[in-house]
């Protein structure tokens, strides 16, 4: 078997969270993109979980040291297109607020407004 490194790195924004939603903006660059140049769907999945988290903390700071987190326990996403360049917005909204068990659905999408991923995901909270 072939040994290689493999590296990425990947940046993004809270830009709001409210009762109702958490939204978020990352810009695809090399960091984020697979040997093809288009956006990795981990990449893709990774910036939709981290704003679902953001909704289900409710604005609260993610820090080390918390009581609690919420994790996801399921994650089930539909990568429905794929980007090389641009701008992407990710919006978690809630389908059902429980706790301790939430479940949210994200939609990342480009500038232009085309569904990228749709990702619903189920958080529980640990302790």
Do not use: Y
């Amino acid at each position: 078997m072939a040994e290689r490194s493999l590296s990425g790195q990947i940046a993004f924004d809270i830009t709001g969270v409210s009762e109702a939603e958490a939204e978020g903006e990352m810009q695809v660059d090399a960091g984020v993109v697979n040997p093809f140049g288009a956006i990795h769907a981990g990449a893709l999945v990774w910036f939709a979980d981290v704003v679902a988290a953001n909704l289900v903390l409710g604005g609260e700071q993610i820090r080390e040291g918390k009581d609690s987190f919420p994790v996801a326990i399921t994650l089930n996403g539909q990568m429905l297109a794929n980007r090389c360049t641009g701008p992407l917005t990710a919006v978690a909204r809630w389908v059902q607020r429980g706790h301790p068990v939430a479940t949210t659905r994200t939609e990342v999408r480009d500038q232009d407004g085309t569904l990228l991923l749709e990702l619903t995901s189920t958080h529980t909270s640990t302790i």
